[in-house]
């Protein structure tokens, strides 16, 4: 079973889903903009994918700046509260399967936790080939 966290607004996240349904699952998808957090739920999802409220905070096209979240000296329980009063502040997607919890982004990171991947090629949310035709993650030039 597969869980997204989806924002239907947003390229990323969409294309992860794609990816995940290409791949021949059904994931289970919760548009959490429209249903909200709640606490136990997010702090069960941080420490799953191993990540901090501040390293799961949204903080481009969200009013993380406006509401002052973006200084160093705001806590993760002030982060929580926020993200609980404004969902959009929740970087996306997450995604949940048998083999763990990520933030997938960038998306390419949801393919650690499928078991089959999608018959490539596969193109990421800005055009970039992720999956080529045999198959294989493309590696970026560095």
């Not at 390229?11 to 919760?30: C, D, H, W």
């Not at 406006?66 to 329980?77: C, M, P, V």
């Amino acid at each position: 079973m597969i869980v997204i966290h989806h924002n239907p607004d947003c390229g990323t996240s969409r294309n992860v889903l794609a990816l995940i349904k290409a791949a021949g699952y059904e994931p289970t998808v919760i548009e959490y903009l429209d249903l909200g957090w709640t606490r136990p739920q997010l702090l069960a999802l941080f420490a799953a994918a191993d990540i901090t409220p501040r390293q799961a905070l949204r903080t481009t096209k969200s009013p993380a700046e406006a509401l002052g979240l973006l200084d160093d000296n705001i806590t993760d329980d002030q982060l929580l509260d926020a993200m609980l009063e404004h969902p959009v502040l929740v970087n996306r997607p997450i995604v949940c399967s048998p083999k763990g919890v990520n933030l997938c982004r960038p998306s390419e990171r949801v393919l650690d936790l499928l078991e089959r991947w999608p018959e490539g090629p596969f193109y990421k949310e800005d055009g970039e080939l992720m999956i080529d035709a045999a198959g294989c993650l493309v590696d970026k030039p560095r």
